[in-house]
């Protein structure tokens, strides 16, 4: 990826140029010492004046009204505040006529931005003082008052925090009245300039030590760049969070997020006092100081995927190539290219009014439908649909180009949406509040209806990023969640009538990803590539959890790596300074997988045998464990020298009746209700009530007894077996009233016992104990839902 720099052969200021902002991406507009804010039409490349300012007004900030408290594709910005250094600021509007200039600071106002939401603004001066102001001008509040200049000013992404510089430091200050500020030393130099992106919520600085950091909120750096030639004068985001601009003298870098560099330009500028995103994060605008507007066009993205290339050439153009035979497609379209996507596939490309969909078997003919709103800022893709997320809403398409849903709930913000806070399956929606970081909302993608119960995924700590997995039925999605301790959790996502059962896998998590053909997960943590080979044993068999990972040092990636594709057995990484590596895991679990999900047990168990590795046969028994393949299950736990199991499940097989053997490995796993749920159903109460005598569950064994007004007398022999072997006295209020007026008769009870098992011979889904295990495809269902 790169800058592609255009400069004016004449320049149109004839001194300085202080600062630049977008309205559309074809207009832009500049303000100099000149005493001139000039019109840009990138269309036709012509150049008017907006507004002539009086002598005296010098510009040093200019910021638009935000695009965005509008609403609506057509909503344009037609205000802006210019902040200058005669300690006014000024309203403009589109037309130039100049609509308030008011008195604000002692000295230069140095900068001034408007909220997200457009209710206020901020304005920051050489006196030291940061003030709040009302959308028409009158003064709210003054948040600081400092001893030193603030150069530097931004809001946080609630608008309901300002960041501005300090000297050396940096503040975060809440609007609340009595909140303290969070404030910390940032640079060798005095700090000249800020940003804070709301949709990653990472910070970004540059100061006089000629460095560039980025921060988390809480003042921790993420990256601290090396030492320039120059200060680093100017700095910013792109919209969606992706991309930041850094300017110095005669220079212009583009940088990744996490702060490496993709590029670095050498324009003919002097130094760039402000830049400036477009609102669709392709162009970037800087304010040179010898008078030059610099423009500069973001190309050549690459994207990759399996044994395809995509990169973006020009503004409108793409080039496809296939690395197996080198074949190369070029594709052109009408408009500029906003974003692109290439996975499972299909590459799918937004230009600022249409958006084509390619299948990777058919480059010439794309699905293309038109866009509602012209700026999209993320397209996620699964196996079967995809979705597209703008400033007004996120919207799912099939890839013939048809809306499958629009999902929504109260308060969403959608123009903060990014790929850790939302993730999408063939069945599955899920995205994390803004409002409550804890509250993760879960929609189905067929209909874009809530899930389950309706009621959203609460997590105990606010989430820091979310990953559904992508293959298997939808009764089985697991959602990975890592929180603000960086904690790895992964939780049910379809869930009815009962508790969702969050279980944790692992801490200290940098990054995840999900496999794309088989349900592995893989992580970066705590200096360790980490493999879940099936991360569903959680639920399965606690104690083969840890029998089912791989791992391996980290060290060979570097420090802060990121995962940014899991395909097959192959990982790819990125380190930190922007080089990408891969690294392979063994095909052997991928291969399990497809196995599995086919059905095809007696292969499963062959290659098993035929790699002879423990943490392939433990994946193989916490497989058919859950899938009530009993047979196999046998097999698997036998090869991995688990005698009680093995034991277990053989006296599961003599059961006759399917339902009980279900529960009894629903035992197995560990899920006791989920096994007296199954018993109930399938109206085998007395198997219900000694699963509760046998888990020494006596108030549950009697309450269920006395329901179904059957057995009362068993429950109470052997709660009498019980008290007599461990010498007690009954204490039970319950127990106590019910064997005052029940004789407890053991012939009796043991020939009602009898009965039942007899009756359970007679059913008529009795199965021989050599299918045992199959059980019924609908009765599995059903359980794994429960589960």
Known sequence: MRLKTNLQRETKHSELVSCVGWTTPEELFSGADDHLVLKWNLNTNETTTLVKLPDEVFPTDMHWFPKAAGGGKKAVSDLFVLTSTDGKFHLISKTGRVEKSIEAHKGAVLAGRWSFDGTAFVTAGEDGAVKIWSRSGMLRSTLTQNSMSVYGVAWGPDSDSVLFTNGKQLVIKSMQANAKPTMWRAHDGVVLVVDWNPVNNLIISGAEDCRYKVWDTYGRVMYNSFQHDYPITSLAWTPDGELFAVGSFNTLRL????????????????????????????????????????????????????????????????????????????????????????????????????????????????????????????????????????????????YDGRLVCSPRYTGMRADILNYQTVSISNDTIAIRDKADEKVIYVFDAQNGKPLGDGKPITHKLEVMEIALDQCGPATERRLAIIDKNRDLYLTPVRVFGTERKSSKLGNMIQSLAWNDVSNMLAALADGKFTVWYYPNTIYVDRDLASKTIFEKEASEFGKNPQLTQFNGNHVII?????????????????????YVQSGRWNDAVRLCRFVKDETLWSCLAAMSAYAKELNTAEIAYAAIKEAEKVQFIVNIKDIPVKEARNAEMALLCGNQQ??????????????????????????RALELAVKHKTHVDTVLGYRKKYLVRFEKKENNKRYLQYMDGIEVDWEKIEAKMEMEYQKERERPTVTSSSSAGTGGTGQRRQQRQEV
């Not at 990744?256 to 050498?266: F, P, R, V």
């Not at 009014?353 to 794309?366: A, D, F, H, R």
């Not at 990125?574 to 497809?594: D, F, K, N, Q, W």
């Open 255 to 398: 940088c990744d997020q996490a702060g490496w560099s993709y590029a670095l330009e050498k324009p003919n500028t002097g130094s760039l006092f402000k830049l400036a995103w477009s609102s669709d994060g392709t162009q970037v605008a800087g304010a040179g100081g010898n008078g030059q507007v610099l423009i500069a066009h973001v190309i050549e993205k690459r994207l990759e995927w399996k044994n395809f290339e995509a990169s973006v050439t020009g503004g409108k153009q793409v080039h496809v190539r296939n690395v197996m035979n080198d074949a190369v497609e070029s594709l052109d379209f009408r408009d500029r290219i906003i974003k692109l996507s290439l996975a499972f596939n299909h590459l799918v490309v937004a230009t600022s009014t249409q958006c084509y969909i390619y299948s990777v078997k058919n480059w010439n003919t794309p699905m293309i439908f038109d866009l509602k709103e012209g700026n999209v800022s993320l397209i996620l893709q699964s196996e079967k649909h995809f979705l597209l997320v703008d400033s007004a809403g996120l919207y799912v398409y099939s």
């Open 574 to 594: 990125r380190r930190a300074e922007g080089s990408i590596v891969s690294t392979s895991i063994s095909p052997h679990p991928c291969i399990l997988h497809s």
């Open 674 to 699: 989920d096994a007296e749920a199954i018993l109930l159903q399938a109206g085998l109460i007395f198997r219900a009530i000694m699963l509760n005598i046998q888990l020494y569950n006596w108030d």
